[in-house]
């Protein structure tokens, strides 16, 4: 009888052990890419905290879906447009790295954020914060901080970096700001937006 109650109980706890679970339902977090440079097609960066990695629209009415990565290099000019598009408060971050031909330290400045196609001579960011639906835009200034080059293989057409603590403030509030950290990426510009 010992036996019987003891090989119930048993069964019992193994039932209970199984059934057990960590369900909380939590939402899967976005991860960093990893830092490479072999032509990836990856991008990351933290914004305030908040990873953000591209997203392609999803539930888009018939058409193109917006591509969550964007990058295009020609005239010695990188544009980088990298957002969350699938998420109700994706991010968007906007890289314009003018007069690239080889690796190196980047140094941004004052930014616009226009409508129109804003191209100097020099280099600049701006990130758009969708949160509840209201943007805020935020633009690089002198003081931002640079994004360096680690790779640019013009034979391969490979283009890597990252950047770290840049510091950019929103276009209504200069005394709001947010910061970018732990950035990455690492572009095939051949098959990039493919």
């Given at each position: ?28 977090q976005d991860q960093l890419p990893p830092i490479?440079q072999t032509g990836a097609n990856t991008f ?132 709001e700001s947010i910061t970018l950290t732990n ?12």
């Amino acid at each position: 009888m010992k036996i019987k109650i003891l090989k119930t109980v048993l069964l019992f706890a193994v039932i209970i052990f199984f059934n057990c679970s960590n369900n909380d339902d939590s939402i899967e977090q976005d991860q960093l890419p990893p830092i490479t440079q072999t032509g990836a097609n990856t991008f990351g960066c933290v914004i305030n905290g908040e990873v953000l990695v591209p997203k392609d629209a999803i539930n888009y009415p018939p058409g193109p879906i917006p591509r969550g990565l964007k990058v295009y290099y020609q005239n010695n000019i990188l544009t980088i447009d990298a957002g969350n598009l699938a998420d109700d408060n994706g991010n968007r971050v906007y890289i314009y790295i003018n007069g690239i031909n080889s690796t190196g330290s980047f140094e941004l400045n004052n930014a616009e954020y226009t409508a129109n196609n804003f191209t100097p001579n020099y280099s600049y960011l701006w990130v758009r914060e969708n949160n509840n639906d209201i943007d805020k835009i935020y633009l690089s200034k002198t003081t931002t901080g640079s994004i360096n080059i680690s790779r640019f293989d013009s034979v391969n057409n490979i283009v890597s970096g990252n950047f770290d603590n840049l510091n950019i403030v929103n276009k209504d509030n200069t005394n709001e700001s947010i910061t970018l950290t732990n950035g990455r990426f690492d572009f095939n510009l051949n098959t990039v937006n493919n």
